[in-house]
């Protein structure tokens, strides 16, 4: 006889681990580009609760390369948790600039650029311009009288103008 675990979802085996993992790619799946969530959070969003650690053993078990973006969960301190053999740190670090995301002088993320907040709407901030747009012909100048300040007297020796 198996014990059975009663979520708020379904009802399923007592260490099963498949459906609990699919839950975790759910919420991965959902993470936005150019953001990051903490292996707790997805873990509270999968309704595993405070089990962080799960959604770890979950994103080692992916079963392909594109099913979720797993490059996407950092740990509480916002830094990369694996560990730096085999080069799977440096392609998380790699995939997340990609992104966007930027890391300090400590190889850190900040959660209040970076940071997830799911229900929150988070229109993407416009990159800045590399190069200023120029056209071919100059814009003419504008005459004096156009100024608004133009028609204001000059200011007196502390700054401020006449009323």
């Given at each position: 006889?198996?014990?059975?675990?009663?979520?708020?979802?379904?009802?399923?085996?007592?260490?099963?681990?498949?459906?609990?993992?699919?839950?975790?790619?759910?919420?991965?799946?959902?993470?936005p580009?150019?953001?990051v969530?903490?292996?707790?959070?997805?873990?509270?969003?999968?309704?595993?609760?405070?089990?962080?650690?799960?959604?770890?053993?979950?994103?080692?078990?992916?079963?392909?390369?594109?099913?979720?973006?797993?490059?996407?969960?950092?740990?509480a301190?916002g830094?990369?948790?694996?560990?730096?053999?085999?080069?799977?740190?440096?392609?998380?670090?790699?995939?997340?600039?990609?992104e966007?995301?930027r890391?300090d002088?400590?190889?850190?993320?900040?959660?209040?650029?970076?940071?997830?907040?799911?229900?929150?709407?988070?229109?993407?901030?416009?990159?800045?311009?590399?190069?200023?747009?120029?056209?071919?012909?100059?814009?003419?100048?504008?005459?004096?009288?156009?100024?608004?300040?133009?028609?204001?007297?000059p200011?007196n020796?502390?700054?401020?103008?006449?009323?």
């Amino acid at each position: 006889m198996t014990v059975r675990q009663v979520t708020k979802r379904r009802i399923e085996p007592a260490g099963a681990g498949p459906g609990r993992w699919e839950r975790v790619y759910a919420v991965v799946r959902r993470i936005p580009r150019g953001r990051v969530a903490t292996y707790g959070q997805v873990a509270a969003l999968a309704g595993l609760g405070r089990q962080a650690r799960q959604v770890g053993y979950a994103l080692h078990a992916l079963p392909g390369e594109g099913y979720a973006p797993w490059h996407r969960v950092v740990n509480a301190r916002g830094a990369i948790s694996l560990p730096p053999r085999a080069g799977a740190d440096v392609t998380q670090r790699l995939r997340l600039e990609r992104e966007g995301v930027r890391f300090d002088a400590r190889g850190r993320i900040d959660f209040k650029r970076f940071g997830w907040r799911p229900g929150a709407r988070t229109a993407r901030r416009p990159e800045r311009p590399t190069a200023r747009f120029t056209s071919a012909a100059p814009s003419p100048p504008r005459p004096a009288s156009a100024s608004p300040r133009s028609a204001a007297p000059p200011a007196n020796a502390r700054g401020r103008r006449p009323r």
